[in-house]
C-alpha cells in the first residue's frame, strides 16, 4: 500500500491567502517622532523608542542618526546662541564668570 499526502483545501499557505489576512494596524503615528512606528500594543516607538527618556539610537545605523540630529531642524534657539556668541555677548559675559 502506498500513503499519498492530501492536501487539504483549508489550510493556511504562506503565500497569497496569508497576505490576504493582514488588515488590522499594528502600528500608529507616534507623537515625538512623528512617525506611523508607535506599536499600538506595546506601547512603544520603534523608530524614537517613545515613551522612554531617551532617544533610541544605534551606531549600526549612521544614516538615521544623521537624519535627525542637530541642524536638521530649524534650531529656533540655537541660532540665537550662535549669533549671541559670534557678536561677542556670550565672550564678554564668560569672562565676568571666569573672573568671579
Avoid at 500594543?41 to 544623521?66: D, F, I, V
Amino acid at each position: 500500500m502506498e500513503l499519498v499526502a492530501v492536501k487539504n483545501g483549508n489550510s493556511m499557505s504562506k503565500g497569497t491567502a496569508s497576505f490576504g489576512k493582514r488588515h488590522t494596524r499594528i502600528h500608529g503615528s507616534c507623537r515625538r517622532c512623528g512617525k506611523h512606528s508607535f506599536h499600538l500594543q506595546k506601547h512603544e516607538c520603534a523608530s524614537c523608542g517613545y515613551p522612554s527618556a531617551k532617544m533610541r539610537r544605534y551606531n549600526w545605523s549612521y544614516k538615521s542618526l544623521r537624519r535627525r540630529t542637530q541642524g536638521t531642524g530649524s534650531m529656533s534657539h540655537m541660532r540665537k546662541v550662535y549669533r549671541a556668541y559670534n557678536s561677542g555677548t556670550l565672550k564678554a559675559n564668560a569672562r565676568k564668570y571666569l573672573a568671579k
